[in-house]
């Protein structure tokens, strides 16, 4: 890729496991200090703020992350992107109150049932993590629009770190009520970020009103069902039919499961923005198959081997993490795990229909996975509780990505990007096994650490007998790898001797 994409993207992925990090940190402390059942509790009401933050959104993030590259390509100056910001942060507000205003009106009307009968204050406390989430919210996109990743970097850093110490003296002074007051604390900076944008005159660029709207109602009704359907909707089956301790379970093995899967997710950040301006400067409705190639190629490296050595390590894993309590939470883990690979190719490919405003293609194949997670979740949650859940997520995802697979055209064939991404996976099956095999001959911490070791050893072992990494791969890695600090260099070199001592031939020879 190119040196902008890989430098922007390795950025917004710092930023992303930032707060990733912090937020499972965070997780471990509210399972370790109030149990399954208030995590489960917990979990519930950051699902419901997030599904909240999706729909806020309206459709302006991917409509910032598109278009403020190809408006600084145009010439507009700062002020006029700032102020395009501001148009669009206007509409999301009203979206926001709106949207409390109905969470609040909803458990009034259905508060029998509702998640939290032990603490209403927990519903108080959703209400306002929905409404300052929603709008904070607002600066990841304007920030990985105009492509100022290093101040989205240091911000996720400040509310990280607000966001841990509030969490930890919010559960041990007043338990579920104060872990959610620290979730919110540890959003107020973004939140502060997005009010002061207002302060810019709203300016639209000179893009028609009406383009604005359609493209937000495609892109919101996309989000809708995203965030309804296919973003944990999994979590209300499950406190339906096997109450709110197992929603404990499942939240604390996607919380691991996240934290494999998010690095490669972050690293996708970026890509909305460097599809649009690569169309932008070709003057062309498809990129050339190469640049597609090496995104995905460059997020199979990472992705492949932490699927399969998570999913090898779960049930060692989740015990050393949460405490013997969380068990069943193992093979939940394991099969969250497979689900990483296929969901993060589907975000891949949802950018670049994205970039190319393709935007009610994706929503017609969301529809699809929609109907299948809900189906599924009604056939098999009941009977199979998590595991059950995860499968279907892990079905879902698979089908949405070959349906998008199928609706992208390129410049070129993506034979010889399969044939590589082929090699990659039997290298992290083989990393799997080994980290199982380890783990059944040692136990405990020395046997996780042994197994992870073991694990990456073997993944570059096998990369380097099945010459799995082609030339250019070759090329750019050892220019990222001369940039670390001194002693991880001289390390990466050692590692990328051994890993390239093989001659490798390029995908065209393939």
């Known amino acids: 890729m190119a040196k902008t994409i890989v430098a922007n993207s390795a950025l917004n992925a710092a930023a992303g496991l930032a707060v990733l990090l912090v937020g499972f940190v965070c997780s471990i402390v509210t399972a370790r200090l109030l149990g399954p059942e208030a995590n489960g509790m917990i979990a519930f009401s950051l699902w419901l703020a997030v599904t909240a933050a999706l729909i806020s959104e309206l459709g302006t993030g991917v409509i910032l992350l598109r278009q403020l590259p190809q408006l600084r390509v145009q010439g507009h100056g700062e002020a006029a992107l700032r102020g395009f910001s501001a148009y669009l942060l206007r509409p999301v507000i009203l979206a926001t109150v709106a949207i409390t205003i109905l969470f609040f009106v909803a458990f009034w009307v259905a508060e ?18 929905i409404f300052v989430q929603s709008i904070g919210s607002f600066t990841k996109n304007v920030m990985l629009g105009e492509q100022n990743v290093g101040a989205f970097l240091r911000i996720s850093v400040i509310a990280g770190a607000l966001q841990f110490c509030a969490v930890l003296a919010g559960a041990v002074t007043y338990g579920v009520p104060g872990a959610l007051c620290g979730y919110i604390f540890g959003f107020l900076p973004q939140f502060l970020y997005s009010l002061g ?4 005159r709203a300016d639209p660029c000179g893009i028609a009103p009406s383009y604005l709207v359609n493209s937000s109602l495609i892109i919101s009704a996309q989000y809708i069902v995203d965030s309804i359907f296919l973003n944990r909707v999994e979590l209300f089956f499950i406190e339906r039919h096997h109450g709110v301790e197992m929603v404990g379970y499942y939240a604390a093995a996607l919380s691991l499961a996240n934290l494999a899967m998010q690095l490669p997710i972050q690293l996708t950040g970026s890509l909305v ?3 649009s301006e690569k169309l932008k400067l070709h003057d062309t409705d498809r990129l050339p198959v190469a640049v597609f190639e090496s995104v995905v190629r460059s997020i199979a490296y990472i992705t492949m081997p932490l699927s399969f050595g998570l999913a090898a390590i779960a049930p060692a894993l989740v015990t050393l993490v949460f405490g013997q309590a969380f068990e069943p939470s193992g093979p939940i883990l394991a099969i969250l795990a497979l689900v990483t690979p296929v969901f993060v190719f589907s975000m891949i490919c949802t950018q670049y229909l994205f ?5 009610r293609d994706r929503l017609n194949i969301g529809i699809v996975g929609a109907v299948i997670m809900v189906g599924g979740a009604i056939l098999f949650v009941p009977t199979f509780a998590g595991e059950g859940a995860a499968a279907v997520r892990l079905v879902v995802f698979l089908i949405m990505a070959l349906l998008m697979l199928r609706k992208i055209e390129f410049e070129g064939s993506l034979l010889p990007m399969f044939l590589t991404v082929g090699k990659i996976s039997v290298a992290a099956a083989a990393c799997g096994a080994s980290a199982y095999g380890v783990l059944g001959l ?15 050893l073997v993944y570059l072992l096998a990369l380097r007998l099945l010459a799995a990494v082609p030339v250019e791969d070759q090329k750019a890695i050892e220019m990222l790898a001369g940039r670390l600090p001194g002693p991880a260099t001289a390390i990466a070199d050692r590692m990328l001797g051994f890993l390239f001592a ?3 031939r390029s995908e065209g020879d393939s």
């Open 442 to 456: 040692v136990g405990g911490l020395v046997g996780l650490a042994a197994a992870i070791m073991t694990g990456a």
């Open 502 to 504: 093989r001659p490798v």
């Open 355 to 359: 970039s190319l405003d393709r935007i």
């Open 273 to 275: 923005p460097y599809y």
């Open 112 to 129: 029998h049932e509702h998640w939290a009968d032990s603490a209403p204050a927990v519903v108080l406390l959703t209400g306002a993590l």
């Open 197 to 200: 944008i207002l302060r810019h």
